[in-house]
Nanobody, 124 residues
Framework: QMQLVESGGGLVQAGGSLRLSCVASGRTFTTYSMGWFRQAPGKEREFVAA????????SYADSVKGRFTISRDNAKNTIYLRMNSLKPEDTAVYYC?????????????????WGKGTLVTVSS
């Protein structure tokens, strides 16, 4: 089993920034592609960003491209999501995810491990 623990969520005004972190344990971190998803109230969980095992490859949902940046520090078993120019529609619980490939970690049904989430609220 892999345990994923997110942190860094909170309340921010529109236009502001936040950085989320996710620390992994229990499995060899570098064998997993990692990602972020989010779920707004009353909506389905949706893909936000993914990063490959060595960090060289990234992908983003169109809704966050140019505003969010995913990164990882394999020495710290940690991934990050830097969120800039936040909008009220970014309000959601953000979940860290681990999967065997970029494709897997970009698809809700194919994620191997989930964190419990951290709440991001963007006020207008």
């Amino acid at each position: 089993q892999m345990q994923l623990v997110e942190s860094g969520g909170g309340l921010v005004q529109a236009g502001g920034s936040l950085r989320l972190s996710c620390v992994a344990s229990g499995r060899t971190f570098t064998t997993y592609s990692m990602g972020w998803f989010r779920q707004a109230p009353g909506k389905e969980r949706e893909f936000v960003a993914a990063i490959s095992r060595n960090g060289a490859g990234t992908s983003y949902a169109d809704s966050v491209k140019g505003r969010f940046t995913i990164s990882r520090d394999n020495a710290k078993n940690t991934i990050y999501l830097r969120m800039n120019s936040l909008k009220p529609e970014d309000t959601a619980v953000y979940y860290c995810a681990a999967g065997g490939s970029m494709t897997q970690v970009s698809t809700v049904s194919r994620v191997n491990y989930w964190g419990k989430g951290t709440l991001v609220t963007v006020s207008s």
